[in-house]
């Protein structure tokens, strides 16, 4: 069965302090692997895709990866405005379905001034 | 362009009840979803529209629910006689045609409560 697990649930950090998200996927073929954040009482705003295995996104603080089974969110020097939930999708081949992404649960992100 | 709109923003419904939410995509946009995301989920796709044909819809969906997107443009989704298990936020996305379908643009959510 088709698969996206984040971890960890949640992240506290301090202001400044640089550390990592991860979206381990386990999917029939992968066709494209999506990030997005969500702040509170409001809709995914989404942030990156990536393809193949190798590629990487940028984004101020933000740098997303891709490798054959998972995908990391890198934050450098996070700032009290990058707290969030960050949630990752994909977009599976030979899933029975051309529109429908697959999503994890999220990683909520708390940075302490 | 002023983004994904979603009306009401809130919805509170007592059991039974119908409810029907809307949804105005970004202008240029011919495609559209449907997601339901209860607290500490990620969204749960419910249906797909591209310009006014339904292509998909999840079959774990309830025959409850129904969308319409007359004319390609704004959408409708509408539940039929509301449980509990209902309460949700409803999201909407919106995203171009020669796009990738993961890149999609969401409305603020339709938060329901039924009691």
């Known amino acids: 069965e088709d698969q996206v697990t984040q971890s960890p649930e949640a992240l506290r950090l301090q202001e400044g302090e640089s550390s990592s998200l991860n979206c381990s996927y386990t999917?029939?073929?992968?066709?494209?692997l999506f990030w997005y954040r969500q702040d509170p009482g409001k809709g995914p705003e989404f942030l990156f895709t990536?393809?193949?295995?190798?590629e990487e996104k940028e984004k101020e603080r933000l740098k997303a990866t891709l490798t054959k089974k998972e995908s990391f969110l890198h934050i450098t020097a996070p700032k009290p405005e990058d707290s969030a939930t960050y949630l990752c999708a994909v977009q599976v081949s030979g899933f029975g379905s051309n529109y429908q992404l697959i999503w994890g649960a999220g990683t909520k992100l708390i940075i302490k001034p | 362009d002023t983004g994904v709109s979603q009306d009401p923003r809130h919805k509170i419904t007592k059991r039974g009840q119908n409810v029907t939410f809307r949804c105005d995509p970004i202008s240029e946009h011919n495609r559209l979803y449907w997601y339901r995301q209860t607290l500490g989920q990620g969204p749960e796709f419910l249906t797909y529209f591209q310009n006014e044909a339904q292509l998909e819809k999840s079959r774990l969906l309830s025959d409850r629910f129904s969308a319409e997107r007359p004319k390609g443009s704004f959408s409708t989704l509408e539940i039929q006689r509301t449980e509990q298990g209902d309460s949700a936020m409803y999201l909407c996305?919106?995203?171009?045609?020669?796009?990738?379908?993961?890149?999609?643009?969401f409305g603020p959510g339709t938060r329901l409560t039924v009691t």
């Open positions: 990536l393809y193949s295995a190798g």
């Open positions: 999917v029939s073929g992968l066709r494209g």
């Open positions: 996305a919106s995203s171009e045609g020669a796009g990738p379908i993961g890149e999609q643009y």
